[in-house]
């Protein structure tokens, strides 16, 4: 087994491995480094425009939230407003209720206190007729029976028991 190695230097080989190697850089820059570069390029202007976008959609989340804080400051300030509206109407309302109400008790106190005047009048010119009616009565059986005083004072007790319970009734 002969083995030879040769370190020559060959002029001619070395200019065709750097022509080749050249070639073989342009070939790849051509096909592989430009459009790789213009990818990169391509997506870092995606990325670019994403964030540029979303920074937009940020802003304008944060205007529509402020926005929104705002109108909802302004409803809650309404609804405080209206219920205090409310709160005092209610308030006006019960107090013009307890008034009349109270109005309303004072003259049915008034009408049943006259009413009762009235009955109680009624009552005592009823009982003056009856008392007159029984009087009369009396009177009349003690005048149109001629007995004697024992018997006249025992119908006078019973009458004046009937009397009572005349009243009572």
Do not use: C, G, H
Not at 24 to 31: H, N, Q, S, W
Not at 88 to 114: G, P, S, Y
């Amino acid at each position: 087994m002969d083995i030879n190695f040769s370190l020559d230097f060959d002029p001619l080989t070395f200019i065709l491995s750097l022509v080749s190697t050249a070639v073989l850089f342009y070939v790849l820059f051509k096909l592989l480094w430009q459009p790789l570069q213009n990818y990169l390029d391509r997506r870092q202007q995606y990325v670019v425009e994403q964030i540029s976008a979303a920074d937009e959609q940020n802003k304008a989340a944060v205007e529509t939230n402020e926005q929104a804080q705002k109108r909802l400051r302004r409803v809650q300030e309404e609804a405080t407003d209206i219920l205090e509206t409310a709160r005092m109407r209610a308030d006006q309302t019960a107090t013009k209720l307890a008034d009349d109400l109270q109005e309303d008790l004072r003259k049915r106190r008034e009408a049943f206190d006259a009413q009762l005047v009235i009955d109680q009048q009624l009552a005592q010119k009823a009982l003056k007729d009856d008392a007159i009616d029984l009087s009369v009565l009396i009177a009349s059986q003690l005048l149109s029976e001629q007995v004697d005083e024992a018997n006249t004072k025992a119908r006078a007790l019973a009458m004046a028991e009937k009397m009572v319970m005349a009243n009572e009734r």
